[in-house]
């Protein structure tokens, strides 16, 4: 194909684009003025005006089954109820519409203050945002049946919250309807702008993207570990395949888990990044020191909203030195050990229902409760490199512009000194900056003597 024809799908791809960010914004349109009426409906049931409806449920929201727009996407693929509808549609107003919610700052003149039954926080800036008892006022007012069907919106098993696409903001350890309605950051995007934004890493997301430049050439493994980091990689070419096509979605669990275990510098974090790279998902790096919380039930609480924002994303969750989250449970001593086996419960259920791919790293396979291991997909071992991939480490890691002295025999190095392909790395880093700050760009077999002696030591032996 010649340049021009790549030019003009190029622009036909921003015009489709365009086009259907044009029609996203006349189906939000439609679907604000039926939210306004809506709001007008049952404000005047509610107190009891003139109304041409005698329920909210009467008013017909817009049919979107001919658009291509992301709103209509999103409304044709999870198919909401009336009621699911105008949470959606009462959580992303305050972000697109702020002024329709301005109704809610009508008075009770008999008591002088705001009507309690509309809930709803009053933000400093003047501005009303609505909480879960604003939804059941427009959906119920005083029925109590519609009151508690309204909780159902928020369980735990609701399409809601696993695909994280609306949710009641906790306050406490447990969600209630005078907590903030909240759209997911993810969800706003897709049908605001039709993209996808990655979650910035915060208290709230405490996981951090990872990528590498580097290809499978760049990555020197043992063969054996080479071969079943393969599998997991044809897992995430084939796995939806297998799971929805061959009708096996019902005999094997969703996802994947791995754990990689062996020595510090042995590849397992590029691993995890090359996995993500070769077939276009997104690798997150959970930080462990934002999950641990000492205090009971704060670790569960941290890492489940890192698991929320994960499931249905066919994200790689990758836990390095997962032994401090995921080590060996005691013997039930005291409160403090019973707490903490509890939080192992937890994680298990977590792990194991996860439908992206979660990848944990460890120096040793022993550290790692045997609980976990038992529901891992694969166990690898990234033993340290044997002499030929030390050499092969010695010959690829260092700069085309890179000079070596004459008397450095990189074959009799590889065999010599046991070496992590990180710690070679180091190295050469080491060498090269000598070599650079010499003037002469020439790396000597000194210096690399003198990287080598230092990996060592850092790591207490004797070269």
């Not at 949710?167 to 309807?177: F, K, N, V, Y």
Request: glycine residues 6%; aromatic residues 10%.
């Amino acid at each position: 194909m010649d340049t021009s024809s790549l030019d003009e799908l190029t622009a036909a791809g921003g015009m489709d684009m365009t086009n259907r960010l044009q029609q996203n914004a006349v189906d939000l349109q439609r679907e604000l003025d039926w939210f306004a009426r809506v709001l007008d409906t049952r404000f005047k049931l509610y107190f009891g005006q003139e109304c041409e409806y005698s329920s909210v449920f009467d008013v017909t929201p817009p049919l979107l089954d001919d658009s291509e727009s992301p709103y209509a996407e999103f409304v044709k693929q999870f198919g909401p109820s009336f009621a699911e509808r105008v949470a959606l549609v009462l959580s992303l107003v305050p972000h697109v519409k702020p002024k329709l919610l301005d109704i809610f700052f009508t008075r009770n003149n008999t008591f002088d203050r705001r009507f309690t039954e509309f809930g709803g926080l009053h933000e400093a800036t003047g501005e009303f945002l609505p909480t879960g008892e604003t939804l059941v006022f427009v959906l119920a007012a005083d029925d109590l049946q519609t009151r508690f069907e309204t909780f159902q919106m928020f369980e735990a098993a609701h399409y809601f919250a696993t695909h994280n696409i609306l949710r009641l903001e906790e306050q406490s350890d447990s969600a209630s309807l005078k907590a903030p309605l909240r759209i997911s950051e993810d969800l706003l995007l897709r049908i605001t702008t039709g993209q996808s934004k990655r979650p910035n890493f915060s208290a709230n997301f405490p996981a951090r993207f990872i990528e590498t430049p580097l290809t499978w050439d760049d990555l020197v493994l043992h063969p054996g570990t080479r071969r079943q980091v393969g599998e997991i990689e044809t897992w995430l070419q084939h796995g939806d395949t297998l799971l929805n096509e061959w009708g096996m979605a019902g005999k094997l669990r969703p996802g994947y888990r791995s754990l990689f275990y062996g020595p510090p510098g042995t590849g397992k974090t590029m691993t995890a990044c090359l996995l993500g790279k070769a077939t276009n998902r997104d690798v997150y790096r959970v930080d462990l020191s934002m999950v641990i919380s000492k205090y009971i039930g704060e670790t569960e609480k941290n890492l489940g909203k890192v698991f929320d924002q994960a499931q249905r994303k066919d994200w790689i969750l990758f836990f390095d030195e997962a032994d401090a989250l995921f080590g060996k449970r005691t013997e039930t001593q005291s409160s403090h050990d019973r707490f903490a086996n509890q939080e192992v419960a937890f994680l298990l259920q977590r792990i194991e229902v996860f439908d992206g791919i979660a990848i944990l790293a460890s120096n040793q396979k022993e550290n790692i409760d045997q609980a976990f291991a038992r529901r891992f997909e694969s166990v690898i071992h990234f033993p340290l490199p044997r002499p030929q991939e030390r050499l092969l480490l010695w010959q690829q890691g260092f700069s085309p512009s890179a000079k070596l002295s004459e008397d450095i025999d990189l074959q009799a190095i590889a065999e010599e000194f046991a070496l992590s392909g990180g710690s070679i790395m180091n190295v050469i880093r080491y060498a090269s900056l000598e070599s650079l700050k010499n003037g002469d760009g020439v790396v000597s077999k000194q210096d690399l003597l003198n990287g080598i002696r230092q990996e060592f030591h850092k790591e207490g032996r004797l070269p």
